[in-house]
């Protein structure tokens, strides 16, 4: 489970145009993705899912971005399987 | 624009129910928010939200939680106003 | 416990006026502050911490920024008192 | 250049022998490293430095933590090269 906001630095304030471009690169690879206001889950393999992360990268710079800012957090467990939808399930059922 | 992500620490693996007292006092704040997989998008004026998540922590802190580990994105712009349906459209209309 | 990472959008790919900026605004500011290649550490109470954090977004916005992304992570805990240098030391006495 | 955060969870409020592990296995790597009070500046090649972070997720479980939650900020530029002590020096300077 991994979350990821990619800041193309140097080209202007409108940078949807670059987050466009990672979301194709992740679907291209085949991962699960569910973008929201400030970045996209995403949902796969470890090293599928940096593979596609590394292309997100050298797409925007190839894009012309000179410099890019990327967040990215990752939860991994060992204690069971959970996909996006159990975690934000999960939640609601307590604020039922 | 705010995406927040609370981490409970010395509570066990399990942490939906703070999650889940979080949403409630953001909403109780009167924000707007939008929960994904990893986190909370929160819409609204600097001090309000910031007061919220300050009351987040004291939430967790109160339900047992002796170590908290949070991370906040905030997003501002001074060129124009946008809001998470906005952003989340303006990308995927370059998608089409 | 507070980590700041500060970016301005829509000036360019040097940003390192902006973060002196706010580097003054937190020592103006009172607050305890280590800066590192990808942020600063700041030590301090919350509200004066989150003041500052607001007025670092209004200075950089003043220089002519029109966009701003910022990522904070915020450490509390009600178990003990631990500063900066107590949570290096702590790793360092484990690494030896 | 990256920044490294890893949260163990479920294994109790201290978690700075996890933290030291992770030290290890970067240096290990062979990467350059500088720990701060929250997280770790990496410097290196994004193959070694993803491999590397891998690897501490799979030391983190094996010593014993059912989850874990990790934040990863990376720094790509195509313009120039640009080490940790560039970074600071150059903002030191604008404080000068």
Same mark, same amino acid.
């Given at each position: &489970? /991994? *979350?990821?906001?990619?800041?193309? &630095?140097?080209?202007?304030? %409108?940078? %949807?145009?670059?987050?466009?471009?990672?979301?194709? /690169?992740? %679907? *291209?690879?085949? #991962?699960? $993705?569910? #973008?929201?206001?400030?970045?996209?889950?995403?949902? =796969?393999?470890?090293?599928?899912?940096?593979?596609?992360?590394?292309?997100?990268? +050298?797409? /925007?710079?190839?894009?012309?971005?000179? @410099?890019?800012?990327? $967040?990215?957090? /990752? =939860?991994?467990?060992?204690?069971?399987?959970?996909? &996006? +939808? *159990?975690?934000?399930?999960?939640?609601?059922?307590?604020? @039922?």
């Amino acid at each position: &489970m /991994v *979350d990821l906001c990619v800041v193309p &630095m140097g080209v202007g304030v %409108s940078v %949807s145009k670059y987050v466009a471009a990672c979301e194709k /690169v992740l %679907s *291209d690879a085949g #991962l699960k $993705t569910h #973008l929201h206001a400030y970045g996209t889950n995403i949902e =796969g393999e470890w090293d599928a899912v940096f593979a596609a992360i590394k292309k997100c990268h +050298e797409t /925007v710079h190839e894009m012309g971005a000179p @410099r890019i800012t990327t $967040t990215i957090k /990752v =939860g991994t467990r060992t204690d069971r399987v959970q996909t &996006m +939808e *159990d975690k934000i399930k999960s939640v609601e059922e307590k604020l @039922r």
